[in-house]
């Protein structure tokens, strides 16, 4: 070293210290108590709405304790009742064994092609639940293409089975994916080594710990089968189910009490299944330690011929219910006429929206996923990585969990009965894109939260420590190192968002006005207005917009990637 | 890294104290009122086992627990309730928590914010020169080893000119053929620049190496506060005794001022020994000689159990004839091995290497 190297140099640098702990405490502080601001809105005070109008016996609502004994007593729910727990428990049943081979198919074996039937898989995720139907229509409805094939016509229990099947499909190959993703390759080799076949190792090692997941998928497909009246409005015919009630009782009769007694009534197997889900969580705990080795599967040609055909079935099967939904959209007059042509997209002549809906539905969806990826990922920084405010974290914790147990319908509901109190000051959002945003940026809360958690907890626990030492306030640490790191996972956020903005109805049927209709609440109204070729065309638009932006900002994370790759290949794992 | 010549130019660091300090988590009580001064310059390792403190004292004196009472001090300054930021102090993790995305220079450069761009640039070339990275500037953490960005991590750390330096298991994320190197140039750039430095470790050798003065803490207690050699040849506690170092108990009855009833024999004790009625006698490996050529106090009858071969050196596992089932250790010199011929021996329990612990 140089002799007159000394290392106090020129004096000691100059510090900021006041005016970075101030900054911080408004960035910690401030941001934890606007985030707790905004859930309370947003989240807390609908909910509790839906009660207090569920009990609340004002003349003509429908609500109340009598007619709450009234509604559970009469004869019509219960049937109501039967027909949604026989539809959902008959999806639930369906789709989660053919998730569970899919999923295992994609992660335990070694058929070609994964990633093209890893991608059909996910279509359903990027049309409103009503494309289903409308396609089972155009194949099995009276003047369906393959009608002859079946004795009766699709309309009732079978068309909101399969329909709903279509649609909870990837939500269900989600969970069992991820679950399935992780495998000790080391417990395999002990099996084998103790003379375990493949049968007796799947039911030793990967059912228990896949058993869990496929009790969450059960009933993630369930409440969303139970709570979604975009496929039974279409193919349901006279078998009418729960969650349609509801959207007629608050839509069509103006009930609000009546709809949120109903809603109060779907909201029971979601907080069931969210409380049995956690606790079983808690039961099994960490089951893969840190040093397990990742499994990879060895080829076997019977085995992996078998899954090639369950994929193909399946995955035909869906082209075959997305191709039919583009194809009639392209078709002059259903049956009469199958020459191809685009009048159908002429939405202009057409009642229900037309192109507004559309353009309204891309600035809804974009907003929703620039403003709640950056709430929702800020709030997670916030609740992750700082330990003060015990209180408040625990606070946000819980209040960002809440949307996870509650479906749209329900949400969309409490949004109704709250932002239209008559002395609430925010009543004026009613109707207003502020407010689809905000509920739509609410409902899908939890799942992009969590993304952002796992993503926070690979950061390394002592980087903000780092920071603190070097004095340097943390909201700037959490924009120069944290956001480029986590860049990924974020677009990942707003892919989610976006898709989900696109293709909702669930909440955003009660909260449109006419300047604020959205494309997936036209393709109900034309549908309902008897216009099938239009509710088509408007399905496949929002598929193929959900699908080119998810395409885009797939493409975008890959070339952050390359770009970054100089830091993330080497860097230590986290 | 270089620093052979720093000496004359060192800045001279703070002392620093801890006063009374207590930290609970729940039912756990990490921290019970501990006190500890570290002098200006001062290299102080805080020793012991996973769980016995040393970890939340550094945390408490980092800012990044609170402690429940108690008081810190950074030269004169009373910085208990002081947020991290106000501390003055530069820290080096385990983990490093360099930041990936950063190059080295923007990572040394992350505590310099709002100095004039060409000082930053010259402190930033200075401290990669202090450290011996010069030319790594615009690389990324990621295509260091690991030793590199331990030094980057530490220049990082540096670069501020804090008061007070904190090395939280340092060297535990390297393999152990480039620690020991490290761990002696961490040290002579230490001492070189004069800063004063609290390290946790629960690696004694390192401690041993670094050290100017070893607190040794259990149960959230410091145990011992003294120089290593200290430490080492007169462990406070049993548990000091225990933990630094291998060791030999011997349960005892006094029987005089002088000598004290081993099973069935009789040992001298210094003139210096504990005043304990009874309780054990501790006693280095080391410290016996095994078949001694002159002649030595407390010589006793004893039968090999069994040798294990070191390299260059041997340990054998013994027990004593008037002292059947209990197990001691030696430590002898493979050179001396053949000398022993039969599992009978003799060994020597020097009087001035017995201590007395009640």
């Given at each position: ?17 006041s ?85 295992y ?27 289903p ?34 649609y ?8 069992l ?33 896949t ?30 189910v ?9 839509v ?29 969580r ?23 011929r ?51 809906a ?45 949307p ?28 207003t894109?502020?407010?689809?945003v905000?509920?739509t ?73 006419p ?5 997936a ?54 | ?25 729940g039912a756990f ?43 810190l ?33 923007a ?16 402190r ?45 298991e340092?060297m ?52 011992q ?28 009855l006094?029987?005089s ?24 006698l ?22 090999v ?17 008037h002292l ?15 000398r ?14 017995l201590?007395?612990?009640?």
């Amino acid at each position: 070293m140089a002799a007159e190297m000394a290392l106090p140099l020129t004096g000691k640098i100059p510090r900021q210290t006041s005016r970075a702990e101030l900054g911080d405490r408004i960035f910690v502080v401030g941001g934890k108590l606007l985030l707790l601001l905004l859930l309370s809105v947003a989240v807390l005070m609908p909910l509790l709405a839906i009660f207090w109008r569920g009990f609340s016996a004002e003349d003509g609502q429908g609500g109340g304790w009598v007619a709450a004994r009234e509604l559970v007593t009469s004869a019509n729910f219960h049937w109501l009742l039967g027909n949604s727990l026989k539809v959902s428990l008959s999806v639930a049943a369906i789709v989660v064994p053919l998730a569970y081979l899919f999923a295992y198919a994609l992660q335990r074996t070694m058929i070609p092609g994964k990633r093209i039937w890893r991608g059909l898989s996910l279509l359903p995720l990027m049309a409103p639940s009503m494309l289903p139907g409308i396609a089972l229509v155009y194949l099995f409805g009276n003047q369906g293409m393959l009608r002859g094939l079946i004795s009766d016509n699709i309309y009732g229990f079978w068309g909101i089975v399969l329909g709903e099947a279509i649609y909870t499909f990837p939500h269900a190959l989600m969970i069992l994916l991820s679950a399935l993703s992780l495998a000790d390759a080391r417990l395999f080799d002990a099996a084998s080594s103790m003379g375990a076949g493949p049968f007796k190792a799947f039911r030793s090692i990967t059912w228990p710990g896949t058993k869990q997941a496929v009790f969450a998928a059960f009933c993630l497909v369930f409440t969303l089968t139970i709570t979604d009246f975009g496929v039974p409005v279409v193919v349901g015919g006279d078998y009418q189910v729960l969650a349609l009630e509801a959207y007629k009782a608050v839509v069509g009769q103006q009930q609000f009490g009546r709809g949120a007694l109903i809603g109060m009534v779907l909201l029971l197997p979601a907080l069931f299944s969210f409380g049995v889900d956690a606790w079983l969580r808690r039961q099994q705990g960490d089951s893969m330690s840190g040093r397990a080795q990742v499994f990879k599967p060895v080829p076997s040609k019977v085995r992996d011929r078998c899954y090639l055909a369950i994929v193909l079935l399946i995955c035909a099967t869906l082209l075959l219910v997305f191709g039919m939904a583009v194809y009639s959209s392209l078709v002059k007059f259903w049956p009469y006429n199958l020459s191809l042509s685009l009048n159908h997209y002429q939405f202009n002549d057409t009642a229900g929206g037309g192109w507004l809906a559309y353009r309204n539905s891309v600035t809804m969806a974009l907003c929703t996923a620039v403003i709640g990826s950056a709430v929702i990922f800020t709030g997670a920084y916030l609740m992750e990585k700082t330990r003060s405010q015990k209180g408040l974290n625990l606070a946000l914790r819980m209040l960002s969990f809440v949307p996870m147990a509650v479906p749209g319908l329900v949400l969309g509901l409490g949004y109704v009965f709250f932002f239209n109190l008559p002395g609430n000051p925010l009543h004026v959002l009613y109707g207003t894109m502020t407010l689809l945003v905000a509920c739509t940026i609410a409902h899908y809360l939890t799942t992009a939260q969590m993304t952002a958690t796992t993503a926070l907890r690979q950061l390394d626990s002592e980087f903000e420590a780092a920071a603190l030492s070097l004095k340097a306030p943390l909201y700037r640490h959490y924009w120069r190192v944290t956001v480029p790191i986590c860049l990924p996972a974020l677009l990942d956020i707003m892919r989610y968002l976006f898709v989900s903005a696109m293709t909702t109805v669930s909440a955003a049927i009660f909260l449109y006005s006419p300047d604020t209709i959205l494309a997936a609440v036209a393709v109900l109204n034309m549908d309902d207005a008897g216009n099938v070729g239009g509710a088509a065309a408007m399905s496949t638009l929002i598929l193929f917009t959900s699908a080119g932006v998810s395409l885009l900002l797939a493409r975008a994370s890959r070339g952050l990637l390359r770009r970054s790759q100089a830091w993330r290949q080497g860097a230590p794992a986290p | 890294m270089n620093s052979s010549n720093a000496t004359a130019m060192t800045q001279p660091g703070v002392p620093m104290k801890v006063r009374n300090v207590s930290k609970r988590f729940g039912a756990f009580t990490a921290l019970d009122n501990v006190s500890l001064d570290v002098a200006a310059g001062e290299l102080v390792c805080l020793l012991g086992p996973s769980g016995c403190g040393k970890t939340t004292l550094l945390r408490c004196i980092a800012g990044l627990e609170r402690q429940d009472n108690g008081a810190l001090y950074l030269g004169d300054r009373d910085v208990s309730e002081l947020a991290p930021q106000a501390r003055d102090y530069g820290i080096l993790f385990q983990s490093y928590a360099l930041f990936p995305n950063l190059t080295v220079e923007a990572n040394i450069a992350y505590g310099l914010a709002g100095s004039n761009r060409d000082v930053v640039r010259k402190r930033v070339g200075d401290m990669l020169e202090l450290v011996g990275l010069t030319g790594s500037e615009k690389k990324f953490p990621g295509q260091l080893s690991g030793g590199q960005q331990q030094r980057v991590a530490l220049a990082r750390a540096l670069a501020p000119s804090p008061s007070l330096l904190l090395l939280d298991e340092p060297m535990s994320a390297l393999d152990a053929r480039v620690r020991e190197h490290l761990c002696t140039e961490l040290r002579q750039l230490q001492r070189s620049l004069g800063i004063t430095t609290l390290m946790v470790t629960h690696n004694q050798d390192e401690a041993m190496l670094m050290a100017d003065r070893i607190a040794v803490m259990n149960n959230g207690k410091v145990e011992q506060y003294a120089t290593p050699q200290e430490i080492y040849d007169k462990p406070a506690t049993p548990f000091v005794a225990e933990f630094v170092g291998q060791g030999n108990w011997l349960p005892f009855l006094r029987n005089s001022a002088t000598h004290a009833q081993v099973g069935g024999m009789n040992m001298r004790l210094a003139d210096d020994a504990g005043r304990a009625a009874s309780g054990r006698l501790f006693c280095r490996p080391e410290a016996i000689s095994v078949n001694p050529l002159l002649h030595q106090e407390n010589l006793f009858p004893a039968r090999v159990r069994e040798i294990t071969f070191l390299g260059n050196r041997c340990r054998m596992s013994f027990e004593l004839n008037h002292l059947p089932g209990h197990a001691l250790t030696a430590e002898v010199g493979s050179q001396d091995l053949p000398r022993l011929g039969t599992p009978d021996i003799v060994v020597a329990l020097p009087p001035a290497s017995l201590q007395v612990f009640a």
